[in-house]
């Protein structure tokens, strides 16, 4: 069984920045985040591969967050930069057992919690 728990969301000004860290217990699989705004889609954020060799970003990110890995320590981690109003959303961790990288949420079989990122102006 996989569980995923996620922490290092809060509140930040406009600009500043947060790093959110999924630790996941079991086997190693392909991960991801995703966010989820009240009353919207939850969507995804940024996604990368067992080994962290290969990653993907969602258009409205890419240049601001960096997801990365550290398997040793079965955490993953998303590090957000230059942090606008319109991040301001529940982050999600997830897992797949496939091997792609995948940007659909209905492709991922492990979820965590979620922690809340709120950015002020």
């Known amino acids: 069984q996989v569980q995923l728990v996620e922490s290092g969301g809060g509140l930040v000004q406009a600009g500043g920045s947060l790093r959110l860290s999924c630790a996941a217990s079991?086997?190693?699989?392909?991960m991801g985040w995703f966010r989820q705004a009240p009353g919207k889609e939850r969507n995804f954020v940024a996604g990368?591969?067992?080994?962290?060799?290969?990653?993907d970003y969602a258009d409205s990110v890419k240049g601001r967050f960096t997801i990365s890995r550290d398997n040793a320590k079965n955490t993953m981690y998303l590090q957000m930069n230059s942090l606008k109003p319109e991040d301001t959303a529940v982050y999600y961790c997830?897992?797949?057992?496939?091997?792609?990288?995948?940007?659909?949420?209905?492709?991922?079989?492990?979820w965590g919690q979620g922690t809340q990122v709120t950015v002020s102006s």
């Open positions: 079991g086997r190693t699989l392909t």
């Open positions: 997830a897992a797949r057992a496939a091997v792609v990288v995948t940007t659909s949420p209905a492709t991922y079989e492990y």
């Open positions: 990368i591969s067992r080994s962290g060799g290969n990653t």
